[in-house]
């Protein structure tokens, strides 16, 4: 399954870098703060249709190729791609619930993660 914040965010990573542009740009660009703009790029807080439209004129693009999916999409998940060479229903609910383990020890990580960068004072690029 294809996690379009990422695909986004991987999208507008690239921008920044074509553009030679920083994410202090971005925030100052489209009326936001570096913390939110961080928070966008890495998956921890979703794009709405509004700031994704602020995000494109920003970077002078269409939205269509800030959404735009990559050529080859691969199943990164490995609990997923092994989920389909199982054959047993209880294994398929075992591999399930190992999958929403995993994705709440992420998520958590995730969190802690911008919760210690939040707490560092940072500095204008």
Do not use: Y
């Amino acid at each position: 399954m294809v996690d379009m914040n990422m695909v986004i965010a991987n999208n507008i990573l690239n921008c920044l870098k074509k553009q030679n542009k920083k994410q202090t740009d971005m925030a100052e660009g489209i009326g936001t703060t570096k913390q939110t703009v961080n928070k966008m790029l890495n998956g921890s807080r979703m794009i709405n249709a509004i700031e994704l439209k602020m995000i494109a004129d920003f970077f002078g693009v269409k939205m269509e190729e800030l959404t735009k999916l990559p050529e080859a999409i691969q199943e990164e998940n490995v609990v997923h791609a092994f989920m389909g060479k199982v054959a047993s229903q209880q294994a398929k609910d075992a591999l399930a619930i190992a999958d929403k383990l995993s994705d709440m020890i992420l998520f958590h990580s995730r969190v802690r993660e911008n919760g210690a960068l939040m707490m560092e004072a940072w500095e204008d690029d």
